[in-house]
């Protein structure tokens, strides 16, 4: 085979990857649910489920897969964000919980399946998801309100619990489907609700770390 063939094949094997986990994505998504039947992502995506295997070892390794790339994309918008050393505290961390409202509105199972994987994987793979996603988020939630802080912007809070504040309520939201139906009439997880819903965060959680400047 030529390096051309050659070439093809590797875009065409990356393809039929992709679309596997795009395919999952979309069924956990609709689903509201953090599992998959491998049956119905064959049946979605036109791709034999054998795929499954030859790509991610097993439906474990799919999910694993899934997570790698949709956690990543929290991970990578902090780290620009990191960087910015001249950005002011406050628009920082208002850009943070934006993105955090938008990513869990493409993906509002991460959160479920992220405690899933942990939960149900060895010590050593559950050490590896923390160490790569949850914890580089603590660090840099040390340094947006410790640089807030010092800056007389912030009220001294606990990175920590910040941490769960702004992934409950992303997380919460995102996942209550059953609520929305039952009591507001409608499950679906629109644009125009997740602006709405992020204006509202952003601001609510902002009004609880923003030093009073009052005098």
């Known amino acids: 085979m030529g390096a051309t063939g050659q070439s093809n094949e590797v875009v065409e094997q990356q393809g039929a990857r992709e679309l596997l986990l795009d395919t999952a994505s979309a069924i956990m998504r609709e689903g509201d649910q953090v599992d998959i039947s491998l ?30 790339r949709d956690m990543s994309t929290i991970v990578k918008s902090v780290d620009a964000l990191v960087a910015k ?10 850009r943070h919980i934006a993105a955090c409202i938008d990513t869990y509105y493409a993906y509002p199972y991460l959160n479920r399946l992220l405690m899933r994987l942990v939960r149900d994987s060895d010590e050593s793979e559950a050490q590896r998801i923390a ?22 912007v912030f009220r001294p809070i ?27 009439g409608t499950d679906t997880l629109t644009e125009n609700l997740r602006d709405r819903y992020r ?17």
């Open 39 to 68: 049956s119905e992502l064959s049946l979605r995506s036109g791709l034999n489920s054998a795929l499954v295997k030859y790509y991610f070892g097993n439906k474990a390794g799919l999910l694993k897969a899934l997570l790698d």
């Open 85 to 94: 050393d001249q950005m002011d505290p406050e628009v920082k961390l208002r």
């Open 131 to 152: 160490d790569k996603y949850l914890t580089p988020l603590g660090k840099a939630y040390d340094k947006f309100i410790g640089a807030g802080v010092k800056k007389g």
């Open 158 to 184: 606990d990175p920590q619990l910040f941490y769960f504040t702004v992934t409950g309520a992303a997380d919460r939201f995102f996942s209550a489907r059953l609520v929305l139906r039952h009591c507001y």
């Open 199 to 215: 204006e509202h965060t952003v601001d609510f959680i902002m009004a609880g770390i923003l030093a009073d400047r009052a005098g």
